[in-house]
T-cell receptor, first 115, second 114 residues
Framework: GENVEQHPSTLSVQEGDSAVIKCTYS??????FPWYKQELGKGPQLIID?????GEKKDQRIAVTLNKTAKHFSLHITETQPEDSAVYFC??????????????FGKGTHLIIQP | NAGVMQNPRHLVRRRGQEARLRCSPM?????VYWYRQLPEEGLKFMVY????????ESGMPKERFSAEFPKEGPSILRIQQVVRGDSAAYFC????????????FGPGTRLLVL
């Protein structure tokens, strides 16, 4: 089955600096890669996703890149703000005949924005 | 448009009791996924259901766990004879159709087994 590795487990950056979180996946058939933000006591919130036919996607301060050859994808947050502090999860899935599979998640990155 | 609803938000059970967790998907969504999150870990897929059908239960423990998504009403995750190791946050997510991979998560149910 799919295995998703995520690094680092904790990331501390100064407010205004950029943050980068990296993930690798094992199943070359995976074709959908979402990123979720989870705040304490809440459910995961989708912040951006990318499909395997695209190499990069951007939404304001957030961007995701995908390297299918290396089976690697990354989340980039620019101009970080205190409200960006949370746990971020990457995930992967593939669409099969019955619909999209369940997501396989990384173990999460605790992002801390230092004021 | 209301999001994914889960109840209860917190559930306390003693060992051996049954736990029932409910999930109402977003309006118009007919696909439901259940995940379990242990402390300091990522979410683990458990089961994928459409209305009245289990599509993929590869992540479900073989015993004591079951899930359903009836034609009417919420999806139910049922845990029989709970043990302390079942203590976790259980999240459901929904998506609108078989062609849409995007999953929207509910707030979760935190189960504590005493």
């Amino acid at each position: 089955g799919e295995n998703v590795e995520q690094h680092p487990s904790t990331l501390s950056v100064q407010e205004g600096d950029s943050a980068v979180i990296k993930c690798t996946y094992s199943d070359s058939a995976s074709n959908y890669f979402p990123w979720y933000k989870q705040e304490l006591g809440k459910g995961p919130q989708l912040i951006i996703d990318i499909r395997s036919n695209v190499g990069e996607k951007k939404d304001q301060r957030i961007a995701v890149t995908l390297n299918k050859t290396a089976k690697h994808f990354s989340l980039h947050i620019t101009e970080t703000q205190p409200e960006d502090s949370a746990v971020y999860f990457c995930a992967a899935s593939k669409r099969s005949g019955g619909g999209a599979d369940g997501l396989t998640f990384g173990k999460g990155t605790h992002l801390i924005i230092q004021p | 448009n209301a999001g994914v609803m889960q109840n209860p938000r917190h559930l306390v059970r003693r060992r051996g009791q049954e736990a029932r967790l409910r999930c109402s998907p977003m309006k118009g969504h007919s696909h439901v996924y259940w995940y379990r999150q242990l402390p300091e870990e990522g979410l683990k897929f458990m089961v994928y259901l459409q209305k009245e059908n289990i599509i993929d239960e590869s992540g479900m423990p073989k015993e004591r766990f079951s899930a359903e998504f009836p034609k009417e009403g919420p999806s139910i995750l049922r845990i029989q004879q709970v043990v302390r190791g079942d203590s976790a946050a259980y999240f459901c997510a929904s998506s609108p159709s078989r062609s849409q991979e995007t999953q929207y998560f509910g707030p979760g149910t935190r189960l504590l087994v005493l």
